[in-house]
């Protein structure tokens, strides 16, 4: 855990730059203050506030929190609105020839699309949608390159309150079809390809895999032509084009109430299956785009750029709902940050004169390691706010990216939230909180975040704990898709007085600081995306030539966690060449199973894995093995103690 002490250590504290925050929105620590007073005095009240003062309703709401039914909290309870109305219709007055989305290809080819372009665009694939009979609280699931067509996808769903459920590009074929009948989706929204540094990724024939391997809810797939390459199969799939071409230019929004789900996206957690997380309409968008407007004090004449793509929560929050409901500009990239070379995202600051940059702790320490001279060549002086997702950051790589990225001048957001969460939940206001490098610093106004022992009693500074939220929020998860009993068993454990259960454990400095130590779960985070070992256990023992497997996470200098396997095959170990081509043939097996991010990046083989005596898998001790540790301390209750050499490789 070097991260980890190194960040006990950390005693540097960079205050506001006064440049900064003379032009912020929150430009002061007495300001942030009041925010806090302002919620801690009258909860309700606070929120009612932003809601009014971020999101357009088209029926005002009477209840902001109903708390009768807890944990299924609902907010903003007789209001009604549309998503797309919020990041499209009400700019249109004054913003329609503003720029909403630079989009650069992998290929550097770039793409401006208007506010009101993009209004026609999601009008028209609102119409086709119709057309093909999706209609409110229908399932829509998105499999897309991160092209501006994913986000109108989006949209076009949200107008007309069909529920879409956006699966990363990078998921593969089973993954992809699991998610889908999960939703019980009738629509699959896709391309015939997308591009990745140089590579083609055969989204369309992912779909059809899927489909094939069973997905009888499946009617239609829509397929955008981004590679002009698709091959159509005659009842099922039609073209972008076609379904959009000469629709109405117009289609009345369908106002749905805050409570309607806005989306589904899946997540991995302890056990084999992800869950689908279930966000309402109302309460995501106001913390969406309070916190762009906060956080990143994203203003008019930004240019913003968050590198996640749409398949993760980021993309939902912090690319298409968020930064359109403020209104701004923003830049949307295709590809990867190594291609064609590592400073493509330095070299694109500069081309699009970016002015707030969001990106991921593993891509800073990837970057980083290529030396200062990279972004040297690029002109980074538009840059004037940094913000960081997904991972503890180091604070060598928050230094480099202060030092080097933001020369020194700005401020850093280091952001903690989770899918679940919906939005920011501790950051930095940067034009207010002195920031620490390592730590997401203080919970934002409005949210109620505690470090609890496993009886839920708050625990005092410097001690390890688990962090908790402990009141409601706007954007917080509704329910898991199909599962509520599994919502209320990982989220509001009976032993925690009703207080929303991260998944992290924590520790608050002598000011109040939030340091976060990692997953208490069996939850990895692997370049900042959450992966479950058991899910790629179940990947594993998939095959028909493995009987048991365990898999642990070791730390790793650029991915923050690599996957590590522990494999028992049936029949002899493999040894040698014939271990190798297991690994080889197994990492390609988890690769279709669930996606490349997944692979383990070790496989070990052993007789048997550590166990307890009562078949328990010792993963503890499987961890240190990981790292090349024997276990020191007890391994009394371990059943067969041998098996820890074999599996080291001694
Ligand atoms: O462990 C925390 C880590 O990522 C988890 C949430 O993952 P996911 O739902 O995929 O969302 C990622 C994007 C919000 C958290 O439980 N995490 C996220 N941001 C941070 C973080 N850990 C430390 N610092 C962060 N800023």
Same mark, same amino acid.
């Given at each position: 855990?070097?991260?980890?002490?190194?960040? %006990?250590?950390?005693?540097?504290?960079?205050?506001?730059?006064?440049?900064?925050?003379?032009?912020?929105?929150?430009?002061?620590?007495?300001?942030?203050?009041?925010?806090?007073?302002?919620?801690?005095?009258?909860?309700?009240?606070?929120?009612?506030?932003?809601?009014?003062?971020?999101?357009?309703?088209?029926?005002?709401?009477?209840? *902001?929190?109903?708390?009768?039914?807890?944990?299924?909290?609902?907010?903003?309870?007789?209001? #009604?609105?549309?998503?797309?109305?919020?990041?499209?219709?009400?700019?249109?007055?004054? #913003?329609?020839?503003?720029?909403?989305?630079?989009?650069?290809?992998?290929?550097?080819?770039?793409?401006?699309?208007?506010?009101?372009?993009?209004?026609?665009?999601?009008?028209?694939?609102?119409?086709?949608?119709?057309?093909?009979?999706?209609?409110?609280?229908?399932? *829509?699931?998105?499999?897309?390159?991160?092209?501006?067509?994913?986000?109108?996808?989006?949209? !076009?769903?949200?107008?007309?309150?069909?529920?879409?459920?956006?699966?990363?590009?990078?998921?593969?074929?089973?993954?992809?079809?699991?998610?889908?009948?999960?939703?019980?989706?009738?629509?699959?929204?896709?391309?015939?390809?997308?591009?990745?540094?140089?590579?083609?990724?055969?989204?369309? !024939?992912?779909?059809?895999?899927?489909?094939?391997?069973?997905?009888?809810?499946?009617?239609?797939?829509? *397929?955008?032509?981004?590679?002009?390459?698709?091959?159509?199969?005659?009842?099922?799939?039609?073209?972008?084009?076609?379904?959009?071409?000469?629709?109405?230019?117009?289609?009345?929004?369908?106002?749905?109430?805050? @409570?309607?789900?806005?989306?589904?996206?899946?997540?991995?957690?302890?056990?084999?299956?992800?869950?689908?997380?279930?966000?309402?309409?109302?309460?995501?968008?106001?913390?969406?785009?309070?916190?762009?407007?906060?956080?990143?004090?994203?203003?008019?004449?930004? *240019?913003?750029?968050?590198?996640?793509?749409?398949?993760?929560?980021?993309?939902?929050?912090?690319?298409?709902?968020?930064?359109?409901?403020?209104?701004?500009?923003?830049?949307?990239?295709?590809?990867?940050?190594?291609?064609?070379?590592?400073?493509?995202?330095?070299?694109?600051?500069?081309?699009?004169?970016?002015?707030?940059?969001?990106?991921?702790?593993?891509?800073?320490? !990837?970057?980083?390691?290529?030396?200062?001279?990279?972004?040297?060549?690029?002109? %980074?002086?538009?840059?004037?706010? %940094?913000?960081?997702?997904?991972?503890?950051?180091?604070?060598?790589?928050?230094?480099?990216?202060?030092?080097?990225?933001?020369?020194?001048?700005?401020?850093?957001?280091?952001?903690?939230?989770?899918?679940?969460?919906?939005?920011?939940?501790?950051?930095?206001?940067?034009?207010?909180?002195?920031?620490?490098?390592?730590?997401?610093?203080?919970?934002?106004?409005?949210?109620?975040?505690?470090?609890?022992?496993?009886?839920? @009693?708050?625990?005092?500074?410097?001690?390890?704990?688990?962090?908790?939220?402990?009141?409601?929020?706007?954007?917080?998860?509704?329910?898991?898709?199909?599962?509520?009993?599994?919502?209320?068993?990982?989220?509001?454990? @009976?032993?925690?007085?009703?207080?929303?259960?991260?998944?992290?454990?924590?520790?608050?400095?002598?000011?109040?600081?939030?340091?976060?130590?990692?997953?208490?779960?069996?939850?990895?985070?692997?370049?900042?995306?959450?992966?479950?070992?058991?899910?790629?256990?179940?990947?594993?023992?998939?095959?028909?030539?493995?009987?048991?497997?365990?898999?642990?996470?070791?730390?790793?200098?650029?991915?923050?966690?690599?996957?590590?396997?522990?494999?028992?095959?049936?029949?002899?170990?493999?040894?040698?060449?014939?271990?190798?081509?297991?690994?080889?043939?197994?990492?390609?097996?988890?690769?279709?199973?669930?996606?490349?991010?997944?692979?383990?990046?070790?496989?070990?083989?052993?007789?048997?894995?550590?166990?307890?005596?009562?078949?328990?898998?010792?993963?503890?001790?499987?961890?240190?093995?990981?790292?090349?540790? %024997?276990?020191?301390?007890?391994?009394?209750?371990?059943?067969?103690?041998?098996?820890?050499?074999?599996?080291?490789?001694?």
């Amino acid at each position: 855990m070097n991260n980890l002490e190194s960040i %006990l250590t950390e005693n540097r504290v960079f205050p506001p730059n006064p440049a900064f925050a003379a032009k912020a929105r929150i430009g002061s620590r007495a300001a942030y203050d009041a925010l806090v007073a302002e919620a801690n005095s009258d909860y309700e009240g606070f929120w009612a506030r932003l809601a009014r003062e971020f999101v357009t309703w088209d029926t005002p709401f009477s209840t *902001v929190l109903d708390e009768s039914n807890a944990p299924h909290y609902r907010w903003f309870t007789e209001g #009604k609105l549309n998503a797309s109305v919020n990041c499209i219709d009400r700019h249109l007055p004054t #913003k329609a020839s503003k720029i909403a989305i630079i989009a650069e290809a992998d290929d550097g080819s770039v793409r401006e699309i208007t506010y009101q372009q993009l209004h026609d665009q999601v009008v028209a694939l609102a119409n086709g949608l119709k057309s093909l009979g999706i209609t409110q609280g229908d399932r *829509v699931v998105i499999y897309m390159p991160m092209i501006p067509e994913a986000s109108i996808a989006m949209l !076009a769903c949200a107008r007309i309150g069909a529920i879409h459920s956006v699966v990363f590009g990078g998921f593969s074929a089973e993954a992809l079809r699991d998610r889908i009948n999960d939703t019980g989706a009738r629509l699959v929204i896709t391309a015939d390809g997308g591009m990745r540094g140089g590579r083609m990724v055969p989204l369309k !024939a992912a779909v059809d895999k899927a489909i094939e391997n069973g997905c009888p809810n499946i009617e239609q797939v829509v *397929v955008f032509e981004r590679l002009g390459n698709a091959t159509l199969m005659a009842e099922r799939d039609i073209t972008w084009s076609a379904l959009t071409a000469g629709q109405p230019t117009t289609c009345p929004p369908v106002m749905v109430d805050a @409570e309607h789900p806005l989306f589904l996206l899946y997540t991995s957690g302890s056990t084999g299956k992800p869950k689908g997380v279930q966000h309402a309409t109302g309460g995501f968008l106001v913390n969406a785009a309070m916190t762009n407007a906060w956080v990143f004090d994203l203003n008019d004449d930004d *240019v913003y750029w968050c590198t996640a793509d749409v398949g993760w929560i980021t993309g939902h929050s912090y690319v298409t709902y968020g930064p359109m409901a403020l209104g701004v500009t923003q830049v949307m990239f295709e590809g990867i940050p190594s291609y064609p070379d590592g400073g493509r995202f330095w070299q694109m600051i500069e081309r699009h004169k970016v002015s707030v940059f969001y990106t991921a702790p593993t891509a800073i320490r !990837a970057l980083m390691k290529l030396g200062d001279e990279v972004p040297a060549k690029s002109d %980074l002086s538009s840059l004037r706010l %940094l913000g960081t997702v997904g991972e503890p950051i180091n604070p060598e790589a928050w230094m480099w990216y202060h030092r080097v990225i933001g020369g020194e001048r700005c401020p850093i957001a280091d952001t903690w939230w989770q899918t679940e969460t919906g939005a920011h939940m501790i950051a930095p206001l940067p034009g207010a909180i002195a920031t620490k490098p390592g730590s997401c610093t203080l919970p934002l106004p409005g949210i109620m975040a505690a470090i609890v022992n496993d009886e839920g @009693e708050l625990i005092g500074p410097n001690q390890g704990g688990n962090l908790v939220i402990t009141r409601p929020w706007p954007s917080m998860i509704r329910t898991i898709w199909g599962d509520d009993a599994r919502f209320q068993r990982s989220y509001f454990p @009976e032993k925690l007085k009703g207080y929303y259960l991260a998944g992290d454990s924590a520790r608050r400095d002598n000011e109040g600081y939030f340091w976060i130590m990692g997953r208490i779960d069996d939850v990895l985070n692997v370049s900042g995306h959450r992966l479950g070992t058991m899910e790629i256990e179940s990947a594993l023992v998939a095959h028909p030539l493995v009987a048991e497997a365990a898999v642990v996470g070791k730390p790793h200098e650029i991915k923050g966690e690599s996957i590590v396997a522990f494999v028992v095959c049936k029949g002899d170990r493999p040894e040698g060449v014939a271990a190798e081509a297991m690994v080889k043939t197994l990492r390609d097996w988890v690769a279709e199973q669930i996606g490349p991010i997944a692979k383990p990046d070790e496989i070990r083989f052993g007789d048997n894995l550590p166990k307890t005596r009562s078949g328990k898998i010792m993963r503890r001790l499987l961890r240190g093995i990981a790292k090349g540790e %024997l276990p020191e301390g007890d391994v009394s209750t371990l059943e067969n103690p041998a098996i820890l050499e074999q599996l080291l490789g001694k």
